[in-house]
């Protein structure tokens, strides 16, 4: 499920307390990206989460980084912030040195793909003609890959997107059990 | 092999038709290699091919796109594009995006190339 409601850092209203925090910042290169995704992994372990839900974990962060980058991967760079308590991990993810963007083009419900094959040149898998690679050319992140948007919807039980400050920032909040 | 994600794409051939057989972690760094490797079978002439994922830890959208890119290229050739596909969070990523209904999805490369 998409939401607006952000969980990020420094909100006085956060309803959650968390037992721990680890960032990690990193460029935001491809041959880089594993790094996230191992990260991802440690912590879904170190908040013993089952091997499921890791995988997800580690699935929805990756997608969770190409989607904030909107498609383009550079030197800019990627910091991650991991928060994590006995029953849900929240992860932020701000492009610094980023493009900006309307947030609004990511955040809400999951954009309709088509619902059927995906071939029949309407749908969001278009972006297959390119091989969802990155184009050079900055681009929204709602535009780059309605892929990700899909495997986030089904792997998180939150995500969004807002600017900062300007600065561009996804997020995610995962529980330990899959919601049914 | 890509050191740290494992990647490797080798070519063997099952009953007449190209294998593509992947190792390791198809994400948005090695994606570009499976692409090239498709574009080549592809413009070898054959008008179908196998891809056995069975040896894949992880793919990303970016590795969907590409699969979906090839897909439609053997397609409008009159041809296909079969998956070999048995780890479960593989298939799992190809059902919420819907894709299980797109390829068509074997459990070994020879069942792939035999196309029952």
Known sequence: MTTTGSPLAG???????????????LPARPELLFLARMTAAAVASR??????????????????CLTLLGGTLDERRIRLQFRWNEDTIEVSATLE???????????????????????????????????????GEPTAPAASNDLSERILDALVD????????????SWMRMRRSESP | MNAETGFDVTETTREGLPVLEVHGEVDVSTAP?????????????????????T??????????G???????????????LRLVVTQPHITKVLEITGLTDVFAIYTSSTEAAVGA
Do not use: C
């Not at chain 1, 999951?110 to 990155?134: F, I, K, Q």
């Not at chain 2, 290699?33 to 070898?44: C, D, I, N, P, T």
């Not at chain 2, 040896?55 to 969907?64: E, Q, R």
């Open chain 1, 11 to 25: 909100r006085d209203d956060e309803p959650v307390a968390f037992v721990d925090r680890v960032e990690l910042a």
């Open chain 1, 47 to 64: 908040a013993d989460f089952g091997y499921d839900r890791i995988e997800d974990l580690r699935l929805a962060l990756d997608e969770l």
């Open chain 1, 97 to 135: 040195g980023g493009a900006v963007w309307e947030s609004s083009a990511v955040t809400g419900p999951a954009r309709d793909l088509g619902g059927g094959s995906g071939l029949d040149g309407t749908s969001g898998l278009d972006e297959a003609d390119n091989g969802g690679l990155p184009t």
């Open chain 1, 158 to 169: 939150e995500h969004g997107f807002e600017q900062i400050a300007g600065t561009p920032t």
């Open chain 2, 33 to 53: 290699e499976l692409r090239s490797k498709l574009l080549a079978v592809a413009q070898s002439g054959q008008k179908t091919a196998v891809v056995d994922l």
């Open chain 2, 55 to 64: 040896n894949v830890t992880f793919v990303d959208s970016t590795a969907l």
């Open chain 2, 66 to 80: 590409v699969l979906v890119s090839a897909l439609k290229r053997f397609r409008s050739n009159g041809g296909d």
